[in-house]
C-alpha cells in the first residue's frame, strides 16, 4: 500500500463516517496562535475548535496534516523513525463521539482499513493515578474488550504513558494507543507495549479530553468532551510496505536514491554515509515544504530553525557526502514530484523555493569557507594551550558575526575531542533576545492578558458578533455580553441583569470593559491592519465608550472599550460608530500595500511574497521576501509603478468565492493564515471590462473602492527586516503631500545654505562629499592622525535633527580593526553622551565596519546590529550583534565609505520614525 493509498483510505473511511475531510493546513500556525513556531501535530491547527473559542465547520473532522519538529533533531539519521517533517492522519470529534465510536473505528480501519491482522494489535490504556485521584480508565478497558480485544493485549500504563495534559493546567484526558506487534524476534517474550523495546511499534493514539486540570493535579469534567486521535502515515507506510526503516518507504525511497546518484555512495555501506544520506533527505524534503509555505532563511524565529535544517543538509551533502554545488535543488525536484498533487504550494511556489536552496547553499559554502578558518584556529589554539573547548565568546562570535550555527561548531569541535561552553553561550543569546524582544502582550487583571480575557467572554457568551463592517460604519446593535468594570466580572445575557461598567476614566477594576455586540461595524486587529477606532453610545440614556481595542477571536471579535460617561449593561441598545475618516486612511494605505505588492512582483519576481506588514491609518509598513537591498532604479521604479496604478483609477472590488477558485484565479495568499473553504478574495482592476487585473489577494481587510482614493504614494525607505527580508515604509494621500512638501521646504533649505538653485543640491552636495574623502585620503597617506585621533572624531561629530536630536561620528579611520576598533567606537560613544557611532577600516583583505549606541537611542528604537547589518550588505559580507555594539564585514573594499554612511542612515531612520 503507497503512501498516497494510505493518505486515502484514512480519509474516506471517515468519511464514510459522517466525518468533514478538510485540508491539511499550513505549517506557519495562524498569527493568532503564538503558542509555536510551526505546527507540530495534527490537532495543532484545530486548537481554537477544541478551546471552544471557535466554531468548527463540522462537530466530526479528519484531515491529514503535516507537521514539523526539531526537539528530536539531533536523533534524525541516527533511528530508524525519527523525522523533522512527517504527516499525521486525525480524526477529531468536538463534543460529538466519544470513547465507544473512536475505539470501534479505530479497529474497525486497523483490520479491514490497513489489513492488520487481529493477533498483532495491541493497546495500551490509562492506569490510573493517584496524584491525580483517579482510578484506571475502565471505561476503555470494557470498550476494548467489548470489540473483540483480548485482555491480555491490553495493558495499563501509567501517567507518564497514557494521559494527555496540554500542560500543567487546561484540557487533559486518558488516551488509548494502538500497536503492532512485530515478533518476538524483535525483542523477548515478556516485552509489552509502552516499554522501551523494539518489539512493539505504535501507530494510533486516541485522546480522549474528558477533564479540565485547574489547578494542577485536581481534575473536573468538562461539559464537552471531544476525540483527538494521530496517526503517522509515515510510520504506517513502514507497517504496510514491509520496510524497516521509513527511509525505505516510498516517500523517502527516491530521495535516498538521489543522494546514492549525486555522491557514488551505496545506502548501506557504512553508518556515516547512512546517517548522511538520511539527514539530506528528510531535511530538504523539510525545507522543501517550509519555503513552499513561506519561510525564509534568516536568523530569527522561523527563518533560523529553516536555516539550520538547510544548513546541516548542506553540510552533510558537501564534507561528508562531497556532493557537488547545487544539489539541493535537486532534491526539491524530487520532492514536488513525489508530494505536489497532494500539496499544490509545492508546484506554485516551485520557482521561489528553488530560488532560496540556491541562495542559501551559495551562502553557506562562503560561511563554511569563512567561519571554517576561524573555527580551525580556535581549536587549535585550546589544544595548544591545553584547554578543555572553545569559549562561550568565541562561539558566539562564529554565531553571530559568522553566521556559523552553534550546533555545526558543536559537532566539529567534538570532532577534535573538544567540547563548547554551551551554559555561557546561552547565556550570550538570551541577553541578545532579551535586548532585541518586542514589548509582550497587554495584561488586564490578575496578569491575564485581553485576549485571554475575550475569549472567556466569547465563550461564555455562546454567540458570534456579526460583522457589519463592510457596508456600514454606523450600526444600531445590542450589548449581548460584558466583563470587566467595578468589579472586574463578567456579566451576561440580554435582560438587563449584567454588571455595571462605570468610573471616570473607564477602567474601574484595573482594566477595560470588554463588550460583546451583536452586530459590529469595527474592523478587529488581524491581517496586518489595526481594529478600527470609534465609539458607542446609548440609544437610550447618557452613556458613551471609545474603542480602545478590538480583538480578533477567529471568525468572532470582542470589543474592549474605556468609558466615558454613563453606564453600559447587557441588553442595552447602542449606536456603534466607527471613525470614518481614520477608516478611509487605513483603507488607502491597505489597497496601496497590495499594489505595492504587485508592483514588487513585476521587478523584482514571483519569488517575493508578502512577510509581514502594519497597515494603520498613519502609513504603512510592508516586509516581503528577497536576498538583496533594493537598488536605487529599483525603488524609483516600484513608487513610479504604485503611482500609476494609482492614476489608472482602477476598479477596487471584493468577491466571495471558494479557495480552490481563488487558487485558480491566481489569488496571493498570506503565509500562516487560516483559511475556510470559502473566502475574501480582493481584487484591484477590471477583468471584465479591460481583462488587466493587477492584483488578487484573500483578505479581509478594508479597502476603497478605486485605486483613484489613495490620491499619491511615497516611499519612504527600503531596509533589511530580517535576513532575506526586506521592508518598505510608506505614506499616502495626505500624509504623503505634507511629506513631500517637507522634503521640498528641506531642499529649498539646502539650497540656500549652499547658495545655488534646487536642482543643483545634489551635484553640489556629491563635490563637496568627494573633496571631503580626498582631503581624509591626504591626510592618512601624510601620515596624519587626524583619521584615527578620538579628539578629531569627536570634532567631527555631526548634530542629527529630529524629535530631541543626537550626535553622529560615520567615518572610515585607520590602524585599528577587531575588537580594537569596536573598543574605539565604544569610547567614543561615551564621551558623545547621547550619542551613535559607526567607524569602518580596511583590515588587509577585508573591511570591517562597526557600529556603538547609546542606550537612550535605543531605547528609542536604534539597533546597532542592524545598522551594521544594512552596511555589511554592500560590502558582500555579513554579521550583526546586540542592539548597543556590533560589528560585521566584507571583502568590498571599494565599498567602505557607502557602507559607514548606510549604517548611519538606518540608525537616524530609526529614530526619526
Known sequence: MTSDEIRDTFRQFFEQNGHLAQRGAS??????????????????????????????????????????????????????????????LGNFSFGDYFKREAISFAWDLSRHGFGLREEDIWVTVFGGDDELGVGPDQEAIDLWLEVGMPRERIVQCPRAENFWESGPTGPCGPDSELYLDLGVERGKPDDLPGGENERFLEFWNLVFMQYDQNPANRLTALPKRNIDTGMGLNRMAAIKQGKETVFETDQFAPLIALGEELSGVRYGASFATDRALRILADHARAATFLIADGVVPSNEERGYVLRRIMRRAILQGRRTLGLAPGFMQRYQAVVTELMGHEYSQLLRGRQSVSRWLSSEEESFGRTLEDGGKLLEELIE????????????????????????PIDLTLELVAEHGLGVDEQGFEQLMEEQRRQSRASGARVADGGRSLREQAGELSVQAGFQTEFKGYEATVVSTTVGALAGGVTGQGGLGADGHGVDAHGDDGRAGGGPLLVKLVESPFYATGGGQVHDQGYIECEHGDCRATVEDVLRLGDDQVVALRVERGTLRAGERVLARVDRDKRHAVACNHTATHLLHAALRERLGDHVHQAGSYVGPDKLRFDFTHNGALSAEDVEAVEARVNDLIVQALPVRALTTTLDQARAMGAMALFGEKYGEVVRMVEVGDADATDTVVSRELCGGTHVRS?????????????????????????????????????????????????????????????????????????????????????ALLGAARKVEGGPGFKLIASVVEGPAGQDLLDLADRLCARLGEGAVVLGVIAGDKAEIVACVAPALVDRGAHAGAAVRAGAELLGGGGGGRAAAARAGGRDLTRLPDAVDAAAVVISSAINQ
Open 707 to 791: 485605486t483613484a482614493e489613495v490620491g499619491v504614494f511615497k516611499l519612504l525607505a527600503e531596509t533589511s527586516s530580517a535576513a532575506n527580508v526586506r521592508r518598505i515604509e510608506a505614506v499616502t494621500g495626505p500624509v504623503a503631500l505634507a511629506t513631500l512638501r517637507r522634503h521640498e521646504r528641506r531642499l529649498l533649505e539646502a539650497a540656500t545654505i549652499l547658495r545655488v538653485t534646487a536642482e543643483a543640491v545634489p551635484e553640489t552636495t556629491k563635490g563637496l562629499r568627494e573633496t571631503v574623502r580626498s582631503l581624509e585620503r591626504q591626510l592618512r597617506e601624510g601620515g596624519g592622525r587626524a583619521a584615527t585621533d578620538e579628539d
Open 381 to 404: 589554539r585550546a589544544r595548544g594551550h591545553g584547554d578543555e573547548g572553545i569559549s562561550a565568546a568565541d562561539a558566539f562570535r562564529l554565531h553571530d558575526t559568522h553566521g556559523f
Open 27 to 88: 505549517l506557519i500556525p495562524p498569527a493568532s496562535d503564538t503558542s509555536a513556531l510551526f505546527i507540530v501535530a495534527g490537532m495543532h491547527p484545530l486548537k481554537a475548535y477544541f478551546a471552544g473559542s471557535e466554531q468548527p465547520p463540522a462537530t466530526r473532522l479528519t484531515t491529514c496534516q503535516p507537521s514539523f519538529r526539531t526537539v528530536d533533531i539531533e536523533n534524525v539519521g541516527m533511528t530508524a523513525r525519527h523525522l523533522t517533517m512527517f504527516e499525521m
